[in-house]
């Protein structure tokens, strides 16, 4: 798990740069997620659902951090797959365990924008849309513990093949500050 959190600083670190706002100074500290933090809302985390862990005001943009744990799939039979697309937020995932099949790319069919009101839009992603996309013109990989994928702004993505389960951290830079910055799940909130 350490390896996956010195990866998480990396990429931190090494995200694209953003204008500065001069509203918001630069940090002068670091912020922790630990293992045992990440534990803890997983355990408290229902299936198929975001669990944003933190989200951090690094100065130019806010930087969310969530653990997400999906249980198996139920799989279309239509050669499509359900997905999301963000339309200002690049996702990057650190697969942690468990095992699964990742879509990406397509066109996004039947886009449902999330509300503005929900938790989802406020807590996790900003704007984003729902709908389903066909597997065939799609990238389509399996992933596994240790793997990384990085999703650009509107590539829409979902999973199948999901069999068992996989739990995977979701680094989120959000540009647009729409994540509330100091924001600490309350299954770890001390």
């Known amino acids: 798990m350490k390896q996956i959190f010195l990866g998480l600083a990396a990429l931190c670190t090494l995200s694209p740069a953003l204008s500065f706002a001069q509203s918001h100074p630069k940090p ?5 997620i630990t293992d045992e933090n990440v534990k ?4 408290h985390a229902p299936p198929a659902v975001d669990q944003q862990l933190k989200v951090v005001d690094v100065g130019p943009y806010n930087v969310g951090v969530g653990i997400i ?14 997905c999301i697309k963000h339309h200002n937020q690049t996702e990057t995932y650190i697969i942690v365990d468990g095992a699964g ?9 039947n886009p449902r924008e999330i ?20 597997i065939t013109g799609a990238q389509v990989r399996a992933v596994k ?11 829409c993505h979902g999973w199948i093949g999901i069999t068992d389960h996989v739990n995977y951290l979701s680094v989120r830079p ?17």
Do not use: C, F, W
């Open 174 to 190: 959000d540009p647009d500050r729409v994540l509330p910055a100091g924001y600490v799940n309350p299954a770890i909130k001390k």
């Open 115 to 134: 509300p503005k009101d929900s938790e989802a839009y406020m807590t996790l992603n900003g704007p984003s849309a729902n709908g389903s996309v066909r």
């Open 28 to 32: 002068t500290v670091a912020t922790d």
């Open 145 to 155: 513990p240790g793997d990384i994928v990085i999703i650009p702004p509107d590539v």
């Open 40 to 43: 803890e809302v997983l355990k």
């Open 101 to 109: 099949t990742l879509v990406t790319g397509g066109t996004i069919m």
């Open 69 to 82: 744990h999906r249980g198996p799939s139920q799989d279309p039979t239509d050669g499509t797959a359900p």
